[in-house]
Structure formats: C-alpha cells, structure tokens
C-alpha cells in the first residue's frame, strides 16, 4: 500500500504560479512512476506531467513550458510547479503513483482555481 497526501492548491490569480506537493508513505520503494492527473467536472481524469524513477519526464501539451514535475527522495515527496496559470488550469489535481503487481494509488485530490 502507498498512501498520498497532497496540498498546495488554492486560489491564485492569472498569470500567478503554485506548487503542489505529494507526500507518499508506506511501500514507497517499488515505486517506478508518479504523475500528476487533473480533473474538472464532466470531463474525464487528464495527466499533466509524470516522472519516472529514472528521470524521463512527459507533459501534457497544455502543461509543456509551464509546469514542472519534480522529486525530493529525503521528503519522498512530488511536487508540481505551475507557473504562468490560466483559468484553463482550473481543476481538482491528483497525484499518483505506480508500483508494479499493485498497481496505481491516488492522492485525494487538491483544488486549484485560477480566477479574478
């Protein structure tokens, strides 16, 4: 089992940037991937970025040259710096995590809305 706690969101202003932290615990060590998911309602669960144990990064298309997924292994935790923010990025953000033969593990989710 690997538990995720996110925070971060909040508020923010266009043009205003925030960083989303994932703090995971528990089986943490067979973990090969953890990624960043948004979701708005009526519309399907989206990926943003991911990270892989090796390094590789991917992003969305709406998210490439805005956001950056990182990792601190000490904090076992993932972050996502988002700059440059629209209200197009408003939505509930989720982190997940891989570990293969157990599967993926969700975050409960954090809120960002981008607004005036």
């Known amino acids: 089992q690997v538990h995720l706690v996110e925070s971060g969101g909040g508020l923010v202003q266009p043009g205003g940037s925030l960083r989303l932290s994932c703090a995971a615990s528990g089986n943490i060590f067979n973990i090969n991937s953890m990624a960043w998911y948004r979701q708005t309602p009526g519309k399907e669960r989206e990926l943003v970025a991911s990270l892989l144990v090796g390094g590789s990064t991917n992003y969305a298309d709406s998210a490439k040259g805005r956001f950056t997924i990182s990792r601190d292994n000490a904090k076992n935790t993932v972050y996502l710096q988002m700059n440059s923010l629209t209200p197009e990025d408003t939505a509930d953000y989720y982190c997940?995590?891989?570990?293969?033969?157990?599967?993926?593990?969700w975050g409960q989710g954090t809120q960002v809305t981008v607004s005036t």
């Open positions: 997940s995590v891989y570990v293969p033969r157990a599967g993926r593990y």
